[in-house]
Nanobody, 122 residues
Framework: HVQLVESGGGSVQAGGSLRLSCAAS????????MAWFRQAPGNEREAVAA???????SYSATVKGRFTISKDKDKNTIYLQMNNLEPEDTAMYFC?????????????????WGQGTQVTVS
């Protein structure tokens, strides 16, 4: 089992920046990747960015060029640097840990999820 704790959300004006953090603990050695998803009220959850065990990043088209995902292996922590934020980025952001064999983005049944952190852009 893997436990995830997010931090770093908040409120910011359009054009501003925020950095989210997600610390993982537990059985982190059996993960294929870690990722960020987001869900706005009334919308389905969408993938934002992921980073695999080799450090290779993947981004959704809506955030590519504005968001950067990174990780600190020693701390079992991933980060999401969000720049040039837009009101459309307002959502609850969730950290996810994807087990080996489940691809980059995982699936609902086997992915581990954090509790979420709110990002509001006005």
């Amino acid at each position: 089992h893997v436990q995830l704790v997010e931090s770093g959300g908040g409120s910011v004006q359009a054009g501003g920046s925020l950095r989210l953090s997600c610390a993982a603990s537990g059985d982190t050695g059996n993960l294929n990747s870690m990722a960020w998803f987001r869900q706005a009220p009334g919308n389905e959850r969408e993938a934002v960015a992921a980073i695999d065990s080799d450090g290779f990043p993947s981004y959704s088209a809506t955030v590519k060029g504005r968001f950067t995902i990174s990780k600190d292996k020693d701390k079992n922590t991933i980060y999401l640097q969000m720049n040039n934020l837009e009101p459309e980025d307002t959502a609850m952001y969730f950290c996810a840990a994807v087990p080996r064999g489940k691809g980059t983005w995982g699936d609902d049944e086997t992915t581990y999820w954090g509790q979420g952190t709110q990002v509001t852009v006005s």
